[in-house]
């Protein structure tokens, strides 16, 4: 094991977990893939065993032994360097109670293709412009849990490999397949709408309007492919996309709530659609 005791909060070795933005770290490498920061043994597990490989590791001494211990024994750790310092240490350095004591810089990888992502999914979501990372990991959460095959999102989401959005998603952004649907070759929506129909998807927009068709309709369970669109925060969807979509649907209301947070009107949709 490459251990290296931390003796200065100031080692460049750190800025990684400490003084680089998320902007930074995602530019970290270019013209290649940047890094992320995964937090726990379990959340930096699944993304090691999705095929990620780990830069460094930062954690408290004692969890070399405890917590961290599988981790570290993997074949893809070897030689890794792995920092550590005490807690207080820590917590002064990341500005913030660490997960359970050990994070770990990681490499992404090069996004899958739509075609690549949609192949044999019957069961997706699509999320559009959902700019919040808390959203977007419980978004992902809930697709892990109730059966959605793959996440597609348009470029003003935030991004699923966020500290926070890994996070909140307890890693599952490492076990649902998932890419952005917009590229030099497609546009949202029209262009991602017409890909998703030559896939042979029905495109379900989740949306709070009159003319919609119930949430448990049995057209909708009898389609074969389904993508379910969830909008941004607040405004929802846009007009073109609700236009465009095969179906509307709305999930029903009452004690005179207007409507849920997008990450639990996910969940509802996600359980019944993906019964």
Not at 83 to 93: E, H, W
Not at 209 to 218: G, L
Request: aromatic content about 8%; charged content about 25%; glycine content about 8%.
């Amino acid at each position: 094991m490459n251990h290296i005791s931390i003796t200065t909060l100031e080692a460049p070795e750190l800025d990684i977990y400490a003084r680089l933005s998320e902007g930074q770290l995602f530019h970290y490498n270019e013209p290649k893939e940047g890094l992320f920061i995964a937090e726990s043994p379990k959340v930096i597990g699944r993304a090691l065993d999705a095929g990620y490989e780990p830069v460094s590791f930062l954690m408290e001494e004692r969890h070399i032994e405890t917590e961290g211990r599988e981790i570290l024994e993997r074949p893809v750790c070897a030689g890794v360097p792995v920092f550590t310092a005490p807690f207080d240490v820590l917590t002064r350095l990341t500005g913030f109670k660490l997960t359970r004591g050990m994070l770990c810089a990681v490499k992404r990888k090069k996004m899958p293709g739509i075609e690549e992502i949609c192949a044999g999914a019957r069961r997706i979501a699509i999320l559009e412009n959902v700019e919040n990372p808390t959203n977007v990991g419980a978004i992902f959460r809930s697709a892990a849990a109730l059966n959605m095959d793959a996440v597609l999102l348009t470029s003003a989401c935030s991004d699923p490999l966020y500290r926070r959005a890994i996070r909140v998603s307890m890693g599952t952004v490492f076990q649902v397949p998932w890419t952005y649907i917009e590229n030099k070759n497609v546009s949202w929506p029209q262009g991602g709408m017409d890909l998703l129909h030559e896939y042979g998807f029905k495109t379900v927009a989740m949306a709070l309007r009159n003319d919609s068709v119930r949430i448990d309709d049995e057209k909708l369970h009898e389609e074969e492919k389904l993508a379910i669109i969830l909008g941004t925060e607040g405004d929802g969807l846009a007009a073109e996309t609700m236009a465009d979509c095969d179906y509307t649907v709305k999930i029903p209301m009452s004690h005179g709530v207007d409507s849920l947070n997008v990450a639990a009107a996910s969940a509802v949709a996600f359980w019944e659609f993906g019964k």
